[in-house]
């Protein structure tokens, strides 16, 4: 009978436990793709590019007005070059495409889950939740501000944990000028 009881509350504790650290469903909010901005700006040894994204599909949940979750697919077929015209435009439009970076035609979405949100201002939450490019799944942190019916982001993404190799440093040696940085930058800006 002791270890019935015993086992009833371990039960107990874990069920409730995992309840606490799972988001709640709440009303979901579509984001309007059309009024949306994912801009994207990547750093190599002589400078930068800079361009935009295009999300497929996207909602932010709340509850009572505070953020708890949200989920977003962006479509990857969509990268555009902003910085460039004419031929280098598309060469390296074309080349972001390919399996040299992000392989857009095996894997067309990329995703990003939220799994836990934390309130840190009146409007800002500090996101932790996990990004899928080219099929592999990382955790990652962000600040989001929302006001009203717009959210902005910010995220820095290390390409290196997506096996995004061309002209990284992280696999290759003696890039020198050719080195592009692991890390690129995403500026969000949405309307739901």
Known sequence: MKNKILSLVIVTVIAFTGLSFTIKDGPKKEVKIEKGKV????????????????????SL??????????????????????????????????????????GVK???????MFEKVKAIGKNSYKVFGN???????????FDVSIYGKKATASLRVDRAKYNVRYGS??????????AIYDEFDLVVDLEF
């Open 39 to 58: 801009v994207w700006k990547a750093y190599k040894v002589t400078g930068s590019h800079v361009g935009t994204i295009t999300l497929k599909e996207g």
């Open 61 to 102: 949940i709340f509850e009572k007005d505070k953020l708890i979750g949200g989920k977003f697919t962006i479509d990857m077929t969509t990268i555009t070059n902003t910085d460039l015209e004419g031929e280098y435009k598309q060469k390296l439009e074309g080349h972001l495409k390919s399996d040299d970076f992000f």
């Open 106 to 112: 095996t894997y067309p979405t990329s995703t990003l």
């Open 131 to 141: 990004l899928t490019i080219k099929g592999i799944t990382n955790a990652i942190n």
């Open 169 to 178: 440093t992280s696999f290759f040696d003696n890039l020198k000028d050719k």
